[in-house]
């Protein structure tokens, strides 16, 4: 019962958001995100002032949504404020206290009769559960006049009555995201724009480990490059994208800045002793014949759900035979 709630409630969201989104005029490309997981915020811009060239676009990022980080963007300026959160939250590598809290492009030309794109990439904190809807306000300033589509509807307030609505997006179960963009083909890949995502599995680990490796195949078939942001699972608090490399003899781990580039027309297996997803903070301990749902987060293919296979402690293929168990808390890569 609680799941055909949910779905319902999920269903209703997004109608809800789609309406509103044909009375404003800076929407977000991606109307869905998940707790827990990278978010790609992409503000579509489709009209200036009254016939005026918008030259400025600016961005709150509201409490809640960390690390925000902007893309650059060609002819354009762009600008950061930060400041600090209302409290720390869970993140890559410890709790962040302060963050971006205002993205601003500048110094542009965007015709009244052209579109454009603004990206920023973010974290949607635990601070948020499916149901929820977290509210964007943009700026946009023209040659001469501006709007401010920066109105958050009041509790049970029906957003058609706001006149400037802000662009809103809907919180939804990482099972429940998009199913749309990611389509299973007959051979169990995941294809996702032009992505094909292969084999997503993980390693069981003993009790009291903190941390666990996942791996996966991707190939990018079209031809602009995209990247591999983040992965998340219900079971730890943080997910990440770690190398591993040989350096005077000595192996040693890092994690990938930025995200693991994914060239066209190539393919890149994230596996033991090289690239890997590391989960960090686990909740529980991943047990072998488990099915754990979970996301990829990639800069051009956005959000994409999974389900990572567990293998045996230590394997080194999802099908192949436990290696020797690891000490409690630690990890094989």
């Not at 958001?17 to 811009?45: C, D, M, W």
């Not at 209302?86 to 971006?100: C, E, F, L, N, T």
């Not at 190939?219 to 591993?244: E, F, V, Y």
Request: charged share 15%; hydrophobic share 40%.
């Amino acid at each position: 019962m609680k799941r055909i709630l949910r779905s319902e409630l999920a269903a209703a969201l997004l109608v809800t958001l789609s309406t509103g989104a044909a009375l404003s005029h800076a929407t977000f490309e991606r109307k869905e995100a998940t707790p827990n997981a990278s978010y790609r915020g992409v503000i579509q811009v489709t009209h200036g002032c009254n016939g005026e060239p918008t030259n400025r676009v600016s961005v709150t990022i509201p409490e809640g949504v960390i690390g925000a980080k902007p893309m650059p963007k060609p002819g354009w300026t762009v600008t950061t404020e930060k400041g600090p959160y209302a409290k720390p939250y869970p993140y890559y590598h410890g709790d962040i206290s302060q963050g971006v809290k205002t993205i601003t492009w500048s110094g542009g030309q965007l015709p009244d009769d052209q579109v454009d794109e603004f990206t920023f990439l973010a974290r949607i904190s635990n601070a948020f559960a499916p149901g929820a809807i977290v509210y964007f306000p943009v700026e946009q300033d023209c040659t001469s006049g501006n709007h401010r589509w920066s109105e958050i509807p009041a509790s049970g307030q029906n957003p058609h009555a706001l006149k400037s609505p802000a662009p809103g997006v809907a919180i939804v179960a990482a099972q429940a995201i998009a199913p749309s963009r990611a389509a299973s083909s007959s051979s169990g890949q995941i294809k996702a724009g032009d992505l094909v995502i292969d084999t997503p599995w993980m390693r069981a680990t003993p009790g009291g480990a903190t941390v666990a490796g996942g791996y996966v195949r991707i190939s990018n078939t079209g031809r602009q490059a995209d990247k591999l942001i983040s992965a998340s699972i219900p079971l730890a608090a943080s997910g990440s994208i770690h190398s591993m490399i040989m350096d005077g003899g000595v192996m040693k781990m890092a994690a990938v800045e930025g995200g693991l580039v994914l060239k066209p027309g190539e393919t890149v297996e994230l596996k033991p002793g090289s690239y890997h997803l590391m989960f960090e903070g686990l909740k529980a301990s991943p047990k072998v014949g488990e099915s754990i749902l979970g996301s990829l987060v990639f800069e051009r293919a956005g959000t994409v759900p999974v389900t990572f296979a567990v293998g045996p402690i230590g394997a080194r293929a999802p099908n192949a035979p436990a290696a020797a168990e690891p000490a409690a808390g630690q990890h094989q890569h």
